[in-house]
Nanobody, 115 residues
Framework: QVQLAESGGGLVQAGGSLRLSCAAS????????MSWYRQAPGKQRELVAE???????NYADSVKGRFTISRDNAGNTVYLQMNSLKPEDTAVYYC?????????WGQGTQVTVSS
């Protein structure tokens, strides 16, 4: 059974930092695309950052230079280091792992940035 366990969300002041983690279990294949999405109230879910199995990374323009996605050596945990946080970064952040044609989602973790 595939499970994605997210952690690291919370309340932080503008300019602060948070690090999100997503630990994937029950996925044996090493070829995984691991991503972070976010959804703010009243808005659509959007891609924040992704890391492919080959190591390619992509970021939303709004977070370039502030957020960094990384993965542990085993490839089962993906991190999102968020620096210089802004109030507009407030959202529920979701981890997504794609294996082949199947996508798995985490339960989401709330990030709130106060001004």
């Amino acid at each position: 059974q595939v499970q994605l366990a997210e952690s690291g969300g919370g309340l932080v002041q503008a300019g602060g930092s948070l690090r999100l983690s997503c630990a994937a279990s029950g996925i044996s294949r090493s070829e995984k695309r691991m991503s972070w999405y976010r959804q703010a109230p009243g808005k659509q879910r959007e891609l924040v950052a992704e890391k492919t199995s080959t190591g390619t990374t992509n970021y939303a323009d709004s977070v370039k230079g502030r957020f960094t996605i990384s993965r542990d050596n085993a490839g089962n945990t993906v991190y999102l280091q968020m620096n210089s946080l802004k109030p507009e970064d407030t959202a529920v952040y979701y981890c997504r792992v794609v294996v082949g044609f199947v996508a798995y989602w985490g339960q989401g973790t709330q990030v709130t940035v106060s001004s």
